[in-house]
């Protein structure tokens, strides 16, 4: 896909690549291995990882046995992916997929949505999606939510400094949140939009899960994420409520899973 020179300045940092390895990121990365885990189909299936950055999916996918090709807009993303054994990886636009129709078991896209502002052109990816995978084969989608901004400038103690005040304000107004400088600009999704998206690329009856909860935002996140039995407990309670719909919106990151009709 396309991506505009702020995105592509914001990836080019190569920040992406630690994201989920290190720090509270490994919530988002432990819960959505949790979820797809108990979705995807037994491998050996073939997944198609689209905007699948530098390989932090892909690598755990083809450990659990998976075959797996991963497109990236990014040309960075692309050659760090490239150098992980046991992958296909190559540039592609998430609207446009360079595959036949029924090619794959399975298409995630855990990245493109946040950043096609127009919904025209995440129904797009999303038919896409659909039109690569197999009848009855899964798409997964990752969004930002709404309220990911507020949340997370309070958090990192920036909420009062007032570029990063009005842009958490503008994203709660319209959903597009424009980050100072080289920061993160993304489209934040309500929880009730998704669907709707779905539906209209031809995935109906779509099922949403909450990935972090609130958990994300406690000061003490770190400390559970690094002992592993405390890490336990949190991603079995988190599980618990994955689905609570009047929760639905305080996780930074909502994965909304549908199949492809036979």
Known sequence: MTVTPEV??????????GRLRTGRGRLELWRTQDVLRRA????PARVLDVGGGTG??????????????????????????????????????????????????????LGPLYHLADRADRVAALAEARRVVR????????????YAAVHDMVHLGVYEQEQHRLAARQALENGRLLGPGQGFSAYLHEPEEVPGEFADAGLPGPARYG???AFWLYGDVNDWLDDPERRRLMLDAQRTLERVPSLLGVSGHLLTLARRPA
């Open 8 to 17: 592509l300045a914001y990836y080019e940092q190569d920040r992406e690549d």
């Open 56 to 109: 932090v999916h892909a690598e755990w996918l083809v450990a659990d046995g998976y075959e797996v090709e991963l497109l990236d807009p990014v040309p960075l993303h692309v050659e760090r992916a490239g150098a992980l054994s046991g992958l296909t990886a190559r540039l592609g636009d998430a609207r446009d997929l360079p595959l036949p129709d029924a090619s794959a078991d399975a298409v995630l896209l």
């Open 40 to 43: 995807l189909p037994s491998p």
């Open 135 to 146: 009848p009855g084969g899964l798409v997964a989608a990752a969004t930002i939510n709404r």
């Open 211 to 213: 990935l972090e909860g």
